[in-house]
């Protein structure tokens, strides 16, 4: 030690250099001497031969400050100067020289509202303060880096700015409401970081940033200082077109794609597509075919690529997969540019163990609960996050806002809501904990969810919010005003499992099923719902769904084909995983490409020709789309020709005579001669016929179908078709069909 140890207090200068001193702000950086007389600078730099202090309003050296140590400590008096002044630190290193803005000189940057939300659960932009956020004070620029972690000891940020050294930079605590902080004007763009962290045991741990806004690839698992970029959208005609379209009337047709697979790059695939590659290929290939959505598997950053994104570890990082931040806004930009709506998968249900993540944060449990009967998941062994603690509701409402805000996403799919909603969802008796009536519901998380929802639709205007939820609770699309849950649509998981089992049996036995083709239309009116193919029912050795159907190749495209277009026909917004629209004919693998080299054969071109045709169809007819919600919207014609395996119905608009009528057969027979009833006393004519050489069918088609007034299916008019083999045939009013449909 030297002459100037008094100028730390007895044993501080010791627990600095163990990294032990906690309220390091009170002793490092910039403070009165204890006399008032003069101005004291202290700091901690590991491998320092000298430190002088600069002031940055002229440049000028103002003192230089005595080594109190070797390992790093230096203070001094800085002449007569008793007024605080804004300094930067030139240090002398054994090989280099570097001018360091001392850190310790700067006041708590946190806003007293924005914590006092956080705690309450209310705080919607919570990734503004906490994390890594680029900030400028008094005109110096640097990353203001926070974390929740209320239970530690001691917490310092660690990375590449400061050779990993948790001694260097111990954060700022806050008591009051568990945050710590600290703003470093020397951390650039790419950084690597992390939270090291001593628990209330005295143990260090490393910690990933739970809002870092980028993340390094496993297994670093580092966080990264994001760009201190603006990204200038172009996209404000779509998103006012967006908050004046009624959705639930407009037409919703999604292409659901995991990025990492939907194509991939390289002599062996190896690779996946950059976002700049996305932009050339997946947007021309969607507005070829028509559809109005994407829906993006989650791209929060996850380090296992068997979890396809539905185990983040970084809620707040766009992978690193396809490219940087800026690139996932330009490939939106892009998409609204083509009028594609954008919807992201998101997992609030449950979080990894991993141990740079959420799990058991600062040494307690933080985001989840301590009792494993409510913390953990046992279908999936992660954790479920405490919806009753206001600042994990903070965590995941930021979240959701941070989504649709910065990247301008159009909705959230959430996934597992059912596991929210029950206690005992996948657990025998003994496994769960009653809430406090004694009940199954998960109190908390319903409050949750209906806070989320009535926010987002607050604050985005025309953006939607989709469950996935595949029990019957009650009120999942109700508004919360009317004791709903608020979501916009909800997945019809019955009318999945039910039209999958029977598209699943041989023809022969269909008539004895014909109730898993019909019953769905029973309750179709209680929820808005969308019908979905999704990515659930091509893994896990269910195959893909060609392969669910029986018999041989011409009945399996023809049966396809069918399926889709009384999908595209019933009322229901429409959701199709990629590689369905062709016929893929393998299981969807996630560590390779779709198999689209099977395109060059007719039968795979029919599937996909079909789904553009309905596509094109479907835009273009408002009775597929307006009254998908209402009961006035649909008419069955016949839904109990069990026999025959035919169902027939009719689809109505809201003001106008736009009327389509749908004839689906699911048997390889061919119907002559049959008769269909007709809603008004016109000729009609056939628009689509999924059995039509240009699909790959046999071409059993129909011209005009001629009106002859007989009353038939409750019409006062009727007229004979052909229906074609396992095929469906949709019709119209001869003068409502424009040329273009003739």
Known sequence: MTNNAPLFNQGSDIAILKGDYTDVFSLLGMHKAPNGKSLIVRCFIKGAVSVEVIAIKDGKKVAELSQVDEQGLFAG???RRVK???????????????TIIDPYQFESLLDADDVYLFAEGKQQASYQFLGANWKQVNKVDGVLFCVWAPNAQRVSVVGDFNHWDPRQHVMRFHPSNGIWEIFLPNAKTGDF??????????????????????????????????????YQWKDSKWLTKRANTQLHQAPMSTYEVHLASWKRKG?????YLSYDDLISELIPYIVEMGFTHLQLMPICE???????????????????????????????????????????????AHFPKDPHGLSKFDGSCLYEHEDPRQGEHPDWDTLIFNYGRGEVQSFLLSNACYWLSEFHFDGLRLDAVSSMLYLDYSRQSGQWLPNEYGGREN??????????????????AGATMIAEESTAWPGVTNSTEKGGLGFGFKWNMGWMNDSLRYLARDPIYRSHHHHEMTFALVYAYTEQFILSISHDEVVHGKGSVLHKIPGDDWQKFATLRAYIGMMWGQPGKKLLFMGTEFGQRDEWNHNQSLDWHLLQFAPHQ???DWVKALNGLYISHPCLYELDHQSTGFQWLDCDNSQDSVFSFIRYAQSSDDALIFI??????????????????????????SDASQFGGSNVINQTVINDEVPWQGMEQSGLITVPPLGCVVLAASQLVTNNEA
């Open 77 to 79: 008096v800085m002449g």
């Open 84 to 98: 605080p002044f804004l300094y930067s630190l030139k240090v002398t290193y054994p090989l280099s020289v570097e």
């Open 193 to 230: 970081y992390k939270f090291y962290i001593v628990n209330q045991y005295g143990e260090s741990i490393e910690k990933s940033d739970p809002y870092a806004k980028a993340m390094e690839a496993a297994p670093g698992n580092s966080s990264i200082v994001p760009a201190n970029s603006q």
């Open 267 to 271: 002599e062996w695939g190896e690779s």
């Open 302 to 348: 996850y380090p296992f690529d068997g979890s396809w994104g539905y185990q983040p570890v970084g809620l707040y990082a766009a992978t690193y997969r396809f490219g940087d931040p800026d690139g996932l806004k330009a490939f939106v930009d892009a998409c609204h540019k083509h009028q594609i709506a954008v919807l992201l998968d998101w997992v609030p």
């Open 443 to 460: 109190i908390k998380a319903i409050e949750f969810l209906k806070l989320l929802n009535e926010r987002i639709y607050a604050s985005f």
């Open 606 to 608: 029919g599937i996909q």
């Open 664 to 689: 689906i057969n699911m048997t390889p027979q061919v119907h002559h001669h049959f008769r269909i009833g007709l809603p008004t006393p016109n000729h009609y004519v056939e628009l689509l016929n």
